[in-house]
Nanobody, 115 residues
Framework: QVQLVESEGGLVQPGGSLALSCAASESIAIIYDMGWYRQAPGNQRELVATITRGGRTTYADSVKGRFTISRDNAKNAVYLQMNSLKPEDTAVYYC?????????WGQGTQVTVSS
């Protein structure tokens, strides 16, 4: 069973930065889209950012200019660099990747932005 393993999140002060990483436990033939979602208490899981195999990116309006998604196809990995963090960024963050048939999800990691 392929698993996506996420790095540990953490606690960061408002205005601070945090980087997340996610990598497949084994090779997945062809990964088309990769991305990050997040879910805060009382909210639906929302899309944060996506990146295609060719490097085209999209971002939620709430994180544009602050977050950067990137990927390493050779490592089957996706990354999220989060800058200028705000309390409203507090959530459990999930990475995901999609092949032709299957979607894979990370286990989720808690990111808390608080002073």
């Amino acid at each position: 069973q392929v698993q996506l393993v996420e790095s540990e999140g953490g606690l960061v002060q408002p205005g601070g930065s945090l980087a997340l990483s996610c990598a497949a436990s084994e090779s997945i033939a062809i990964i088309y889209d990769m991305g990050w979602y997040r879910q805060a208490p009382g909210n639906q899981r929302e899309l944060v950012a996506t990146i295609t195999r060719g490097g085209r990116t999209t971002y939620a309006d709430s994180v544009k200019g602050r977050f950067t998604i990137s990927r390493d196809n050779a490592k089957n990995a996706v990354y999220l660099q989060m800058n200028s963090l705000k309390p409203e960024d507090t959530a459990v963050y999930y990475c995901t990747c999609s092949t032709y048939i299957n979607d894979y999800w990370g286990q989720g990691t808690q990111v808390t932005v608080s002073s």
